[in-house]
């Protein structure tokens, strides 16, 4: 299993982190660790905490970090990938969210909230300039795939797109997995970023 740091500020914890990553695979420091960490292990860094900045610059060389807040906000997103930052959630989520980010960025891929994903390809297509029509993937994909992904791109989670379309979450999650196969991406914002 892999090892869990959670760097969090004075009080506050979760009981979805140890819910979600069997309790003594869970380490929490208010202060900062003074032994080095297992190779693997998945740091969590709270943003309240005023060192956050420096915990994310001097633990994303050497371990996948992950952001967490109480306030998500595309302004801290941003710094958070800057910074080194693999993945950014709420401080809050359930203990599935919590395992579903670890495994994310296990796998290479960054894992941002869907909520954000929208402003945030807003952001990038401000930044980035356009070298293909969305459109110029459609002949890539199957007709549902394509209309799954056009959903995601917009930042829709899979329950609403599932909704929208009448199909299972678990059947939106087929058809982003073959849609990332066929286009070589990774994840939603490697999605966004082919734009």
Not at 17 to 31: D, E, G, L, Y
Not at 86 to 101: E, T
Not at 114 to 126: G, H
Not at 146 to 171: C, D, H, M, P, Q
């Amino acid at each position: 299993m892999t090892s869990v740091v959670i760097y969090t500020t004075p009080g506050f914890t979760a009981s979805s982190w140890c819910t979600a990553f069997n309790q003594a695979a869970v380490h929490t420091f208010p202060a900062i660790a003074s032994s080095p960490l297992p190779a693997g292990t998945v740091v969590l860094i709270h943003s309240g905490r005023s060192d956050w900045q420096t915990l994310v610059q001097q633990h994303s060389s050497k371990a996948l970090v992950i952001v967490i807040s109480q306030q998500l906000s595309i302004t801290e997103l941003q710094l958070a990938l800057t910074l080194g930052g693999k993945g950014y959630m709420d401080a809050g989520s359930n203990s599935v969210n919590f395992v579903q980010a670890v495994n994310t960025v296990n796998s290479g891929a960054l894992w941002i909230p869907a909520s954000l994903l929208n402003q945030l390809n807003q952001f990038l297509s401000q930044v980035i300039p356009s070298q293909h029509s969305w459109q110029s993937f459609e002949n890539r994909l199957s007709k549902r795939e394509y209309e799954v992904a056009s959903l995601a791109r917009r930042g829709l989670s899979n329950k609403v797109i599932a909704e929208s379309l009448f199909i299972t979450e678990r059947t939106v999650k087929q058809h982003l997995t073959a849609t990332f196969a066929k286009l070589g991406i990774k994840d939603r914002l490697q999605l966004i970023m082919l734009l």
